[in-house]
């Protein structure tokens, strides 16, 4: 990106409504838009050249892999992968259809059986995306007239069934108790769903769900959980923030992918047999769309026991947060609200520093993403850092001292690095 | 065009955004938050009234505005800027 050029000001905030006449033509200034921040975006869609693992492959040589959500570090676990390989020889290559015309498999059964083990509730329904999912059980409660009301840093596919489900929408002050309390007075009267994630994905931080569930309770107002980013991560087995709080029997639902403790692909709902029942056939994600491959089933089924019998796994994953975190604290970085194993590097709102780090970052050597607005608050502009199990400690320190040398001079220079606590 | 005629446009398009709201109960010394409007909903708002009046600013200047008021006086601007102009 060009440092003060016009293309600077925009991002990709500015081009939703198009100004064209045929939905098949993308707008002209998109088009002029895309082409001049063409540098800048080339750090976005890499492609890798092997496992998404801790040290992994990007373009002709080995990085480190602080983008992937793979937290427990199973995308190669040898238990997982043999048994999505017996189960592709035995159940085939795909679900072949709808769930509910077509069938699943009694892989999908047992996979449900273990997620009622991990979440305690008894009610289990899996999709075959991770955000699709999320959608389609937000889709499923809501309807027109009621009311969902999200912490005000809900992931997309939260908000998109919100708006599929043609419920209102209303955001409260991430993470605040008061603000929760206030919006659901306003919207009072109405069905209502207060909605929050486990573990933010842009932020690290927790929900804090023993004060937002009191005051929902205060309203008997339900909840969804979205565990997206800490179910098998977080809690002592890996139930999730719910359990991490002991909160299970107060949280209506909870809500988990598969795509980032458990390395693989899909989603699943838990909650009440009564509830999963009616969202089998009023959550489209599920009755409109094919069921999860064999042998992806499979591996999640291993991946559940793997973690079982592994739960060295989560440990190590908090304890490299903690180092992560602290050492970048240390270096005078500001690592925002976070206090878990994903690391936001809040650089401020200048972009085009923004893109030349994040390329200096890739040439030496670490894969970290930038993120940029709308994603994140204009002035909040970061890299995302996630920690893995998978990251031995040379590797974070290797990661550490690319980030001393790459962003803390630039940051100094602008006199933006806090306090150094050496 | 005049400061009242983009007033009119923002109305016009917070009131199809929102059943709820009525023109009496827009206040441009206050924010559209204040309306009970959610972030999406005034993103929709705003770039709905940028189409009518066929200026384009980047979202990340109307981020740091605080009213309705502030809004008005930046479209009110960009388009007598425009209007300005040759046409080109
Ligand atoms: C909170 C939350 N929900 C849902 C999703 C969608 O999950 P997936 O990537 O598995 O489709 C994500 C993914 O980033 C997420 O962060």
Redesign the pocket.
Known sequence: MNSGSESDKFSLADFFLAETDDPLVPPPDFLKWRRDVAWAISLYEPSLGSAAEAICQLGSRPVINMAS?GYLALMRHPKIIQAAKDALDQFGTGSCGSPILSGRTTLHDQLESGLRLLTGKQGVLTYN??????LGTVAGLLRKGDCAILDER??T??VDGVRVSGARLAFFQHNDPQSLDSILTRESGKRRLVIV?GIY?MDGDMANLPALLEVAESHRVGMLV?E??SILCCGPGGGGVVEHFGAGQRVGIQ?G????GFSS???FAAAAPEIVDYLRFYSNPYGFSCALPPATVAGLSAALEVMREEPWRRERLWENGDYFRQQLQRLGLDTGDSDSYVVPIVIGDDRAMLYELGHALRDRGLFVSPVDYPSVPLEKLRFRASVTAGHSRESLDQALGIIADVIVPAMRRRGLLKGVQV | MTREAIQAVINKHIMEISEEIQEAQIDPSRSMKDLGLNSLDIVEIVSCSMRELKVKIPRSELSKLTNLDALVDILHQTVAQKEQAPAS
Request: charged share 10%; with cysteine.
């Open positions: 959500y995306s991770g955000f699709a999912g999320a809900s992931h596919s939260l994630e994905s979205d997206a980013h809500y992918t598969f795509s980032k692909c899909g989603g």
